[in-house]
């Protein structure tokens, strides 16, 4: 049994320790976002928040995350409630299956809480690591640029990391 | 519910649990078994097949309206537009109503959501039935209050009179008011009042993808679900000829191994459980391989050598050719794959001798037979659902992991088993799209206008879909195995290998033969725009090295042999917004490229010009920016149609310049995404502008697969500008490209 923070709350999670983060995140916790698209680490789909920093969730085993605070898109906001990045992607219409978007939205959302005015290049960058096979390139670049805009005029920080200080 | 009372009519199904009351699918089928002397005009649309008004648009006494439609929403966004469609043709609210996709225990059969075809088929269908359905409910309104319907309009779901008396449409709904066949004709608003249609409504499925709520058939969890996984063959035809699962079944959370001859499954209590046990069964594992590919890098010679079926597909001798210079040119294709973001994944239950199963199927009535064959059971104890998966862009392994679900669940009765396919088997085991040889020849007459064009196109066919059980792995593996079915080719005008192959432009004399392939080598089956994605790269990669020959600019070359004033209009509308000069330079080490087609001849008309960079030292190519036009008849959803043309260029370039399947002697060896490596974010061009002309009133066209041809052979068009070398063998690669100018 081992705990693991998420969304800033406790969870007691029984798992083999050598069990990478995705899989306790969308079968222990139910949390939908996280996907799984490789388990290779090439794809980004996977991709949540460990301590600020985004994470492949589908390469990084459990027992590394004693003591961390894991966000994942739902601890971000609703769709009621939206935090920026998720407003943003809504405002665009950014997305058509969706399946590459929780992941490019935390690899965002993580360079947003560290650069709040990124350019075009510095965001382009960031994302390399995903993919996404639709061809929503262009519109999911808008949302993040959005996204900092809307961030310039709100809260960056997530609710639930908020609540776990 | 207005569900009809009329017990005879009733079929029930039973699925998932819960007892389903289907009551107006009955209808096609009664009207096929027994047809009509002399045929009346049929209704439009798919209303054609279910013509029950009630199969499409329910209203219950409460005002609340469910939309049913056959087709799968597969991230196009056309659940929104169907919405929008509803919405409008009944005059109520769009947040009113809900739409139900394809399911085989509640909705029409629409076939397969592929080929364009869903706003055609679909949206008319909709269209139509709310119309109708509006129409009785004012017949109704008029018959109570005793006034002439002319008096009567209708507002948010209400038929109101002129002394502003209101009777809500769940007022006046009755039993069986809707389970009528649909009219041939219908009274459609008109456009100009449209409110619904026509406007940018932001897609209903978006938030829930946004922000991590339940959106796809990967994020169900039913209660005592288990995990499977597959263990494949190591290549195509290997037989297993060994596997001790003592062990295995040992291993914590293992509940069963699966073994039925070739396919070999394991179910376990946790996901990751289930992986590591299928690494140590396929560890376990000895097979004996017997494949024996093609030669990857002389695809030419292999497909071209192949028996081909040969049919002269158009014919045209106006007059005796005059043609003074004269080219030919070969094109080629690989194998390309659909490399969906998410593997394939399906849920499946089997209760009390009923299977229902989960998918993201394109054709959940065409799978539900391919399952039930495959289990010997009758297809009315099978029940398909579609849920959403990743984007599919045609027949990846959805079908396939729907079998495999399907299989191992009737081996655990009781239980829900989700299956998803790992990376390298998804990339392995998809079916490809096929690869493709055209071969080109033509002549200039004395006025620099083309004289006789030759087409010839080699090819698979584009659609080993289910249907029947041989189709799928999962069948095909088994001990009693189901046969691959023939393949047949695709009929035109739509066709397969041959979509697009005969020319929009007007040539006095042509001729385009199709050499239909019936050998398939490597697993295929259909890819976004099938033979179109290679016919129209074909066609109009060559239009622009006949322009050269003419000494005309390639926009005003195309326009001289074109008479359709659509096709015209969108070439005009590219070339304007794109700032296209005949007689212009690209600026230092970049290219101008242009490029048009009209989807399938019949469905949407795009027009794409774009300007890509070359490094010429490493030959890189770089797509700077798109400029497209598009005409699909009555736009429904403006975005929703851009970020279809949008992602269609995106995709297309990634295609063009990066993607094959490869393959040794008997295995696929592009398993992952550093073997098959498609478009990343360092290449995604600077803008893409994608313009509109809507065409109201005019029929809906197909224009999710529109644009894939273009934006090819507009991409070769501007490398062949920048650099002065012409590449007629995709993918151009940065490596062709580079040994292309050190030529």
Avoid at chain 2, 435 to 448: E, F, I, N, P, R
Wanted: aromatic share 6%.
């Amino acid at each position: 049994m081992m705990t693991l923070k998420v969304n800033g709350r406790e969870h007691q999670v029984d798992a083999d320790p050598d069990t990478p983060l995705l899989y306790v995140l969308r079968e222990d916790i139910k949390l939908n976002a996280a996907k799984f698209g490789c388990g290779l680490g090439q794809c980004g789909a996977c991709t949540v928040i460990v301590d600020g920093k985004a994470v492949l969730s589908c390469v990084t085993p459990m027992v590394l995350l004693e003591g961390k605070q894991v966000t994942t898109l739902e601890g971000l906001g609703t769709a009621s409630e939206p935090a920026p990045i998720q407003r943003a992607f809504m405002e665009e219409q950014a997305a058509q299956c969706g399946y590459c978007i929780a992941g490019i939205m935390m690899r965002a959302q993580a360079l947003l809480q560290r650069n709040t005015k990124p350019t075009d290049e510095q965001i382009r960058t960031e994302l390399d690591p995903h993919l996404c096979r639709c061809g929503t390139h262009m519109r999911i670049l808008r949302a993040v640029h959005r996204a900092a805009r809307l961030m310039d005029t709100a809260d960056a920080t997530p609710a639930a990391e908020g609540r776990a200080r | 519910m207005t569900a009809p009372m009329n017990i005879d009519r009733r079929r029930v199904l039973a699925g998932g649990g819960a007892l389903i009351v289907s009551f107006s699918l009955s209808g096609a089928l009664a009207q096929q078994q027994d047809p009509p002397a002399a045929a009346p005009p049929s209704p439009p649309g798919s209303l054609k097949t279910t013509p029950y008004l009630d199969a499409w648009i329910r209203i219950d006494a409460d005002g609340h309206i469910e939309v049913f439609t056959g087709k799968a929403e597969l991230g196009q966004g056309f659940k929104t537009a169907f919405q929008q469609i509803a919405a409008e043709e009944l005059d109520v609210a769009f947040e009113s109503l809900k739409v139900t996709t394809a399911d085989t225990g509640l909705t029409a059969n629409e076939g397969y959501t592929a080929g364009s075809n869903s706003m055609k088929d679909s949206g008319t269908a909709i269209q139509n039935a709310a119309a109708q359905a509006r129409e009785l409910l004012v017949a109704e309104a008029a018959r109570r209050l005793d006034l002439p319907i002319e008096n009567l309009r209708t507002a948010d779901g209400a038929v109101v009179a002129p002394d502003g008396k209101r009777l809500s449409y769940g007022e006046l709904v009755t039993g069986d008011m809707l389970h009528v066949q649909a009219q041939p004709k219908s009274k459609l608003k008109d456009t100009a009042t449209f409110k619904v249609i026509g406007r940018p409504v932001p897609r209903v499925d978006i938030p829930a993808k946004v922000t991590g709520g339940a959106a796809y058939v990967q994020d169900m969890r039913l209660p005592r679900m288990v995990h499977a996984r597959i263990v494949r063959p190591p290549s195509y035809g290997a037989q297993l000829t060994e596997c001790d699962t003592s062990a295995v079944e040992k291993l914590p959370g293992v509940v069963k191994v699966v073994r039925d001859g070739n396919f070999l499954a394991l179910v376990a209590e946790k996901e990751f459980q289930a992986i590591k046990a299928m690494n140590a069964l396929g560890a376990a594992a000895k097979w004996q391989e017997t494949a024996r590919l093609p030669r990857q890098d002389d695809l030419l010679a292999v497909l071209t050598s192949l028996p081909s079926q040969n049919s002269t597909i158009f014919e045209r001798s106006n007059s005796p050719a005059s043609g003074r210079k004269t080219i030919e040119a070969t094109y080629t294709r690989p194998y390309q794959a659909h490399g969906s973001i998410g593997p394939s994944c399906a849920v499946a239950q089997l209760i009390d001798g009923k299977m229902t199963v989960w998918t993201h199927t394109q054709g959940v009535y065409p799978d539900r037979q391919g399952i039930a064959e495959m289990l010997r059971m009758p297809p009315a104890s099978v029940r398909l659902i579609h849920v959403e998966g990743s984007g599919c862009y045609g027949h990846n392994g959805a079908d396939d992991a729907a079998a495999d679900a399907a299989l191992i669940a009737r081996a655990l009765p009781g239980r829900p088993v989700r299956v998803q396919w790992m990376r390298e088997q998804e990339h392995a085991w998809e079916p490809f799209g096929p690869a493709m040889v055209t071969k080109l020849k033509a002549s200039l007459d004395d006025g620099g206008k083309i004289a006789d064009w030759h087409f010839d196109v080699w090819s698979n066919t584009h659609s080993m879909r289910p249907g029947g059980a041989g189709s799928m792995l999962a069948a095909q593996h088994m001990a009693h195995p189901f046969a691959v079915p023939a393949p047949r080719p695709l009929p035109l005008p739509e066709g397969g290998g041959d979509r697009n192959a005969i020319p929009i432009y007007t040539f006095p004399n042509a001729k385009v033969v199709h050499h239909f392939i019936p050998t398939m080598p490597i697993r295929i089956s259909a890819m976004r725009a099938l033979g179109a994605y290679h016919n129209v790269f074909s066609i109009e990669s060559f239009m622009d090295e006949l322009a050269g020959l003419a000494g005309v600019d390639p926009v005003e070359f195309r326009l001289k042999h074109l008479e359709d004033q659509r096709g015209r209009a969108v070439i005009e509308k590219a070339a304007q917004a794109f700032g296209w000069k005949g007689g212009q330079k690209a600026p230092q080490d970049r290219g101008f490229g242009f490029a048009f087609a009209r989807y399938k001849n019949l469905a949407a008309y795009c027009a794409i010009a774009s300007e890509v960079e070359v490094n010429r030292e490493t030959g890189r190519p770089h797509l700077v920016r798109a400029v497209a036009a598009v005409d699909s008849g009555q736009v429904v959803n403006p975005d929703g149609l851009i970020n279809q043309i949008e992602g269609a260029i995106v995709q297309s370039m990634s295609w063009t310049l990066y993607e094959s399947v490869t393959f040794d002697d008997s295995r696929i060896t592009s398993i992952d995404w550093q073997t098959y490596p498609i478009l990343r974010f360092d290449a995604v061009p600077e803008s893409i502008e994608v313009h509109i002309i809507d065409r109201p009133g005019q029929p809906f066209l197909g224009s999710g697969e529109t644009g894939q041809g273009p934006a090819a052979a507009s991409i070769a068009n501007a490398i062949a500008n920048a650099t002065g070398k012409r590449l007629r063998n995709l993918p151009l690669t940065r490596k062709r490209i580079k040994e292309a100018i050190d030529a």
